[in-house]
């Protein structure tokens, strides 16, 4: 497990899938997170296998994908529905949750990656 | 076969205006000179499984939506709103100003509170503004003078694509005839990201530490580098001393701030903070800030509700007079507190987009969705009504991230309802249903 903060936000893929979030496309585009070489190597995670990534917010299941250029102490979800389940959703008075510097662990996992539908009906309660 | 030139690109806040798009038998086929994001935008309901027909929810939550007509489903939302003692209108950013419009009249006419995309995006920048001020100019002019381009917490190379070739950094303006041979471009991110590859200097800041940056440079502007420690925000004493010399070398600075800023710790006062920076700046050279505006017309919805009602976002009408504290009257704000019993958006995904404890709230009342598209937003809705898409289907003005309007083509015929018919529709209904007539 590592230790790190999370950053959510757009990537062209995910502006581009925008209109068809029922689609392969866009699950494809949003639910994955970004680690560097070091931090994958550290979990034993190759590239498209499962992590978990946990907040005090909630956790998600999402492929590794691999960003050289990130920090040790950042990793990177898209925007979207994966990113958001684990969000903090504090506006601290002023209205904004926080979508980014969140702290958050990351581990390995055979879990499995919940669809948007899927991912969505975790909220009914 | 038919080309429309000059067509305005309805995905981001640049609002690309020079797009030809082909259309044959009422069918895009072509989408030239637009960025990735504006061709999958143009092109959509050519690609994409749009919502067919109205459809409701008889039985709750875990029911099934079922296809209805337009006036059951107009008819079912009147209902919902009327019924609620607190119904909150969100969104309409996707949408032209037209239909904007609309949508205020129905949230004063059901006492609702009022909001736009802002909520998730750029409303810490208009609390920023309205703490210290937002000096800014055209894109046009932005274009022509400026030789210090700074993006601080922005990545354009994916959210705004074409941002630097039509307005910043490669764009060829009057001062500038040599595009980026004769400009100088910093990016403050804490991720080097495809942006700041071809920046002249990253600022790569510890992540949440962007106000303690921009008093750094506050202090190193004032003359005050002396009481500055060795390392600012994880960056090394002699870059940012490098960005402050850039800055005051500068004849004309923009800085463009995107999600970086807002929605990190500081939020509003960061913003605030970048303010500051630019009036001191502003003593020897010319210096302006514009936000990076996401939705294409969510600048729209600031001016429209703020023309219309005092406020740019975050309005609430239930005391029967707009009343506006973000924090308190924000939608996140509310779903938190599980204040609200009724959410009718428009033209936005909040369920795609809200924090996941927002989005639970969402699931325990009665929901109405307006768009073209299926998303996460449908899954919970209880009522979903299909809409023509703005600037494709339907003509509108759209304000730019510059605050610039700019009126948008009808490119196809639709048999699809436009927002503004929509909610037009809703605002008759909830008036007959109050018995004030239709009218």
């Excluded at chain 2, 100003?97 to 750029?122: M, P, Q, R, W, Y």
């Amino acid at each position: 497990m590592i230790e790190t903060i999370l950053i959510s936000a757009r990537t062209i893929d995910q502006g581009a899938t925008l209109e068809e979030k029922t689609s392969q496309a866009y699950f494809d585009a949003a639910a994955y997170c970004e680690l560097n070489e070091g931090n994958l190597e550290a979990l034993g995670v190759s590239v498209d296998q499962n992590v978990k990534v946990a907040t005090a917010h909630g956790v998600v299941v999402v492929p590794a994908k691999i960003d050289k250029r990130l920090p040790d102490d950042i990793v990177f979800i898209p925007m979207g529905p994966w990113a958001n389940a684990i969000v903090d959703p504090d506006t601290c008075g002023c209205g904004m949750p926080g979508f980014k510097g969140v702290p958050a662990t990351v581990e390995a996992t055979a879990d499995p990656v919940l669809n948007m539908k899927d991912l969505m009906a975790t909220y009914k309660e | 076969m038919p080309v429309i030139k000059d067509v305005v690109c309805t995905f981001c806040g640049c609002l690309c205006d020079d797009l030809e798009v082909t259309v044959e038998d009422n069918k895009i086929t072509k989408v030239g000179k637009a960025c990735k994001l504006g061709r999958a935008k143009t092109m959509g309901m050519f690609l994409h499984e749009r919502i067919e027909k109205p459809m409701i929810r008889k039985n709750g939550k875990d029911s099934e939506l079922e296809e209805c007509s337009y006036d059951e489903a107009i008819t079912k939302a009147a209902e919902i709103l009327v019924a609620a003692k607190r119904p909150i209108s969100y969104g309409w950013c996707s949408t032209s100003c037209e239909a904007i419009e609309k949508a205020v009249v129905l949230a004063e006419e059901t006492g609702s509170l009022f909001d736009s995309t802002a909520n998730v995006c750029h409303g810490p920048s208009a609390l920023a503004t309205q703490e210290k001020g937002a000096p800014s100019c055209s894109l046009g002019t932005a274009k022509n003078y400026a030789d210090l381009i700074i993006f601080w917490g922005c990545n354009p190379v994916h959210a705004h694509p074409r941002h630097q070739t039509r307005y910043s950094t490669m764009a060829k303006g009057a001062f500038t005839p040599n595009g980026k041979k004769d400009k100088k471009m910093i990016v403050v991110d804490p991720r080097n990201t495809d942006t700041a590859k071809k920046a002249d200097l990253l600022l790569q800041l510890n992540p949440g530490t962007d106000y303690v940056l921009v008093e750094a440079l506050r202090a190193i502007v004032n003359g005050h580098a002396d009481v500055l420690p060795d390392e600012i925000a994880g960056i090394p004493k002699a870059t940012v001393m490098e960005a402050a010399e850039m800055c005051k070398a500068a004849k004309f600075t923009v800085i463009y701030f995107g999600m970086g800023v807002t929605q990190t710790r500081g939020r509003y006062k960061s913003g605030d903070n970048v303010s500051s920076l630019v009036s001191d700046l502003s003593q020897t050279n010319k210096v302006v800030m514009i936000p990076m505006r996401g939705h294409y017309n969510v600048t729209g919805f600031g001016q429209v509700a703020a023309w219309e009602a005092g406020f740019p976002m975050a309005l609430d009408f239930s005391r029967g007079v707009a009343y506006y504290n973000p924090g308190e009257t924000g939608t996140n704000d509310v779903l938190m507190r599980r204040e609200v019993d009724a959410f009718i958006t428009g033209a936005a995904d909040p369920g795609a987009h809200f924090p996941q404890e927002s989005i639970k709230y969402l699931y325990k009342i009665p929901a109405i969705q307006v768009d073209g598209y299926a998303n996460p937003t449908t899954e919970f809705s209880d009522v979903v009504i299909p809409a023509a898409i703005a600037g494709v289907e339907c003509e509108g003005t759209a304000y730019r991230m510059d605050s610039q309007p700019i009126r948008m083509k009808k490119l196809i015929e639709t048999t699809f309802k436009s927002d503004e018919e929509i909610l037009t529709e809703i605002i008759a209904k909830v008036r007959e249903l109050k018995g004030e007539g239709g009218a």
